[in-house]
């Protein structure tokens, strides 16, 4: 959970004062978290490592995840893109288990009306009002990572597929560096977080996850990632000078709060 609150806390370092373009950061962690899970596996199984792995359609979610997520985090407080971004993901894969058939209980239809009123509160009136766009952006890339964790649920090598997906965003990054050759704005900080970002939270963070995944219960990893938003926040205020608001503070209590019950009342009838 640390490793992706660090994600939050690494882009926001990063973006903030513009160390970094968010296309050249977006770039350098696709390619260093690929290098990563690659030498990984290679380390776990070297003959696991192939470039077959993973899906085209994953790896259009996982790009537009990091690409927006990195632009949203230029006008957003750390703890607020995490909230965003987490409500955002856990909404997304309880809608598309709705889509599937799986119709929601009073409790639950409940708890998800408080994870989306949680997100609405971070668009009250107030000194602590996040941006519009950043707001829309790191919303899309909450629905990309919650539609990428769906379609990836059914993996029967996850850290493979993982790699493959990081290693298929390369033609897109070219496309974007193209697009973007004439906005680029880079310093040695800037890179040093960008792979930070990359190889450590994102790709040993990552190796970590799936680990630990199979002594977990669903409900325990899915409550686990509570904490990410409460702990990018705290990072935030250590290594940003950010402060937690009475507004975040309600906003977080909300979201996180009607996705818990979602996730605890799935489990009781499971």
């Not at 776990?44 to 792995?53: D, E, G, H, I, Q």
């Not at 288990?97 to 949680?118: D, P, R, T």
């Not at 704005?185 to 995944?213: K, Q």
Request: hydrophobic share 55%.
């Amino acid at each position: 959970m640390f490793s992706f609150a660090g994600n939050s806390v690494l882009g926001r370092l990063a973006l903030e004062n513009g160390a970094i373009d968010p296309a050249s950061f977006s770039i350098i962690r696709l390619m260093s978290a690929a290098v990563m899970l690659y030498f990984f596996i290679a380390v776990k199984k070297p003959s696991n490592v192939r470039l077959a792995y993973g899906s085209w359609r994953s790896a259009v979610m996982l790009f537009l995840y990091v690409v927006t997520f990195s632009y949203a985090y230029v006008g957003l407080d750390t703890g607020t893109g995490a909230l965003i971004l987490f409500g955002s993901v856990q909404i997304t894969m309880i809608g598309f288990n709705v889509f599937q058939g799986n119709k929601l209980s009073l409790i639950e239809q409940v708890g998800l009306l408080l994870a989306f009123s949680g997100l609405l509160v971070l668009l009250l009136p107030g000194s602590t009002q996040p941006s519009f766009l950043g707001f829309l952006l790191m919303l899309i890339s909450g629905v990309a990572w919650g539609l990428y964790s769906v379609w990836g649920k059914g993996s029967l090598q996850p850290l493979a597929d993982t790699a493959g997906n990081f290693l298929k965003t390369v033609p897109m990054c070219a496309l974007l560096s193209l697009v973007l050759l004439s906005h680029y704005a880079i310093s040695a900080e800037g890179v040093y977080l960008a792979l930070a970002s990359g190889a450590l939270t994102s790709g040993v963070g990552y190796a970590i996850w799936y680990a630990v995944l199979p002594a977990l219960s669903i409900t325990k990893a899915a409550v686990s990632q509570l904490s990410v938003p409460i702990i990018a926040a705290l990072g935030g205020v250590m290594f940003a000078a950010e402060h937690v608001t009475v507004q975040l503070f309600l906003a977080s209590l909300l979201t996180l709060g009607g996705v818990c019950i979602v996730i605890l009342k799935k489990h009781d009838i499971q």
